[in-house]
């Protein structure tokens, strides 16, 4: 019974984020941005706002293509998640059939850049950002390293891959002065920007 009430801090704590995350989108999502800062408590200067916006065309145009690229990456999920497209899929590719999934995932989220204008990710990085990354792996493998040694028992197999995967992370792990003093400065601003009020807070 203990470790189940454990759970429950956690599980509070995963809900208030998914819901924060949430108000967040909505949000950020909201036509405030486009109109300029106009009330949203649905008084007539909001409905004024929406109508503006509905028949502005320098609004309704930049919607369309968020729109047409939104639907682009929901039906590429949608369709390739079908059964019959992954029985399809698995039956010309067999065990390549995720990475496929993926690929035109990836794909989906070119299409997007290219039309934002935005070309390669990496491209809008600052040198000292890719300095950054060529050392050090990404985050993601510390997630992988848990899964790897937090487990009951290993047996050779898995003593072997985990031992072995461990050094191949640990070894491309290399940051120097220069590194650290560039989190540091990302850090810091970061901290600045989360302690500046917001819009319309008192300060």
Do not use: N
């Not at 990836?106 to 990354?133: D, I, M, T």
């Amino acid at each position: 019974m203990a470790p189940a009430l454990l759970l429950v801090p956690a599980a509070l704590a995963s809900f208030i984020l998914a819901f924060g995350t949430g108000v967040e989108f909505v949000r950020f999502t909201s036509l405030r941005p486009l109109l300029g800062g106009i009330s949203e408590s649905g008084g007539p200067d909001a409905r004024q706002g929406w109508l503006a916006a509905l028949q502005d065309q320098s609004i309704l145009v930049p919607l369309a293509w968020d729109l047409g690229l939104l639907l682009l990456f929901v039906g590429q999920h949608s369709l390739m998640a079908t059964e019959t497209v992954k029985s399809w899929m698995f039956r010309y590719f067999g065990v390549l059939q995720r990475s496929l999934y993926v690929a035109c995932t990836a794909l989906a989220l070119q299409v997007y850049y290219h039309v934002l204008g935005l070309g390669e990710p990496l491209a809008l990085k600052s040198p000292r950002a890719l300095r950054l990354f060529s050392h050090l792996r990404h985050p993601v493998c510390v997630e992988l390293l848990t899964v790897l040694w937090v487990v009951p028992t290993l047996g050779t197999d898995r003593l072997l891959l985990a031992l072995l995967l461990t050094l191949y992370l640990g070894l491309a792990h290399g940051l120097d002065q220069q590194d650290l003093r560039y989190l540091r400065a990302q850090l810091q601003r970061k901290l600045h920007l989360l302690s500046r009020p917001q819009d319309g807070e008192a300060e």
